[in-house]
């Protein structure tokens, strides 16, 4: 079994950053992907971005340029820096863990961008 702590979520204004962190504990395997998705009410849950143990990444379109994702390997530890966020970026973002014994979700933490 694998745990995701998360924290960094809140509420911000149009065009302001907020951090995301996220850390993995329990039967960690040294190769495994990372990182968050997202769910706005009455919406799918969507891919936002992910890092492998390699470092390899894959955005969201929509956020790509806006969103870096990235991860302390020593720490079993995943970010998320946003910045310049907007209205439409709000909702529950979720930790996500990947390796050969399955997958793994965080509780959640609520994003706000206020307009």
């Known amino acids: 079994q694998v745990q995701l702590v998360e924290s960094g979520g809140g509420l911000v204004q149009a065009g302001g950053s907020l951090r995301l962190s996220c850390t993995a504990s329990g039967s960690i395997f040294r190769i495994n992907t990372m990182g968050w998705y997202r769910q706005a009410p009455g919406k799918q849950r969507e891919l936002v971005a992910t890092?492998?143990?390699?470092?390899?990444?894959n955005y969201r379109d929509t956020v790509n340029g806006r969103f870096t994702v990235s991860r302390d390997n020593a720490k079993n530890t995943v970010f998320l820096q946003m910045n310049s966020l907007k209205p439409e970026d709000t909702a529950v973002y979720y930790c996500?863990?990947?390796?050969?014994?399955?997958?793994?979700w965080g509780q959640g933490t609520q994003v706000t961008v206020s307009s």
């Open positions: 996500n863990y990947q390796q050969f014994s399955g997958t793994y």
């Open positions: 890092i492998t143990s390699r470092g390899g990444t």
